[in-house]
């Protein structure tokens, strides 16, 4: 299946349970007691995209404004959750170092890569800019990072959720009951072919994040320059 046509069976399924009026709420969102934390290999788009996402989420916040919009330190596109957040991860249950140390063999060789960030995207609970990778550098980096892990004692939970495969970028999750459905279903699909524009990903993160890579939340562990 081609990256598109899993994109648009994701707006397909999510299409018609927004004209039904499901939405998925999360009931997490503003939980004061969400211990949920993992670990992810991130990058973050150019600061120029970004603010073409934030003016789109502008528009969707005037239809619905009570929904969670991602400020722009938040925007990222994950690469590898190395642990998914679970209740009670703590850093203190791994050595960083060890991981970094993984992390830097694997991704030697590796230089800069493009992302294409064209159209959007959904699933029941969220609104997702759709990602395009212009080669085969992210899909590299990906595999190495399974066969690394494979062969490490590390604790990881790689692909145990799902198998990552895209380049999107969440922007938006629902929080509360939608006011007017039918006008923000209509607002997405004016945006279903929109180009966001490409950034160029020269930098790799590591970060121990909670579910939703707030940034108050991120604490940032490592860094990898492409070259």
Same mark, same amino acid.
């Given at each position: 299946?081609?990256?598109? @046509?899993? +994109? ?7 299409? &018609? ?21 993992? #670990? ?6 150019? &600061? ?21 919009? +991602? ?9 590898? *959750?190395?642990? *998914?957040? +679970?209740?009670?991860? &703590?850093?203190?249950? #791994?050595?960083?170092?060890? +991981?970094? *140390? ?36 992210? @899909? ?41 459905? &039918? ?6 699909? %004016? ?28 604490? %940032? ?7």
């Amino acid at each position: 299946m081609s990256l598109q @046509q899993h +994109y648009d069976n994701l707006w397909s399924n999510s299409r &018609q349970q927004f004209e039904a009026g499901a939405f998925e709420l999360d009931p997490l969102l503003d939980a004061t007691n969400d211990e949920r934390r993992g #670990i992810t290999l991130l990058f973050r788009p150019v &600061q120029e995209v970004r603010n073409e996402f934030l003016a789109f989420l502008e528009e969707l916040k005037a239809v619905e404004p009570e929904q969670h919009y +991602y400020p722009s330190d938040d925007l990222h596109v994950t690469v590898m *959750s190395i642990i *998914s957040c +679970y209740a009670g991860f &703590q850093l203190e249950m #791994i050595q960083v170092e060890d +991981y970094l *140390s993984l992390l830097k063999e694997a991704l030697q060789g590796i230089g800069p890569f493009r992302i294409q960030f064209k159209g959007l995207t959904a699933s029941p609970s969220c609104v997702i800019i759709q990602g395009f990778p212009a080669d085969e550098s992210l @899909q590299e980096i990906r595999e190495r990072l399974r066969k690394a892990f494979a062969g490490s004692p590390l604790q990881q939970t790689l692909d145990q959720r799902y198998t990552i495969q895209t380049a999107h970028s969440t922007v938006s999750r629902f929080r509360k009951p939608l006011l007017q459905p &039918q006008k923000f279903l209509k607002k997405l699909e %004016l945006y279903r072919q929109f180009d966001f524009g490409s950034s160029e990903v020269t930098e790799l993160e590591l970060v121990f994040n909670d579910w939703y890579q707030r940034s108050k939340e991120v604490r %940032l562990l490592g860094k990898w320059k492409l070259r």
